[in-house]
């Protein structure tokens, strides 16, 4: 009976562990009004963005959410809840900074991520900054235009 229990331990940790053999590369992606790459935000226009994690597409990391945060009090980023999982409105009131950087955090869930690094498998929580369940896994600096 023990036997069972641990080998059921162990099998379901087997299937909540993704591997990915390089860093993850986060880009943000217009939806509306232009579907490009977004290189900058404008001061006064809203604009619907969303996560494009291409490193993701092959794992069950395909489906997990991103959040998005700024530490800019000028950009205002809600999630619409609508659609894609990781899609935003990104508003920019008046500010006079040029440049801002928005940070990509992936919600884990369940799941253990390692990267390959340096011929080992190191898990993700050791080597990007973690809050909870969550780890910080782009910077992504932006232009801000007038």
Known sequence: MLFCIITKSNFSLCQDTIRLKTEPKVK?????????YVEYLKIGESKIIMTLTPDFDST????????LKTNNKDII?????KIYPSQFIVDVNPTKAKYTQIDAWLILEN??????????????????PVDGNKVKIATIKLKIKK
């Open 111 to 128: 799941y253990t991520v390692l990267i390959y690094r340096k011929n080992n498998w190191i898990n993700i929580k050791d080597i990007y």
């Open 60 to 67: 069950k990391l395909r489906n997990c959410i991103i959040e």
């Open 28 to 36: 943000l992606h217009g939806w509306y009004p232009n579907y490009n």
């Open 77 to 81: 980023i809600e999630e619409t809840g």
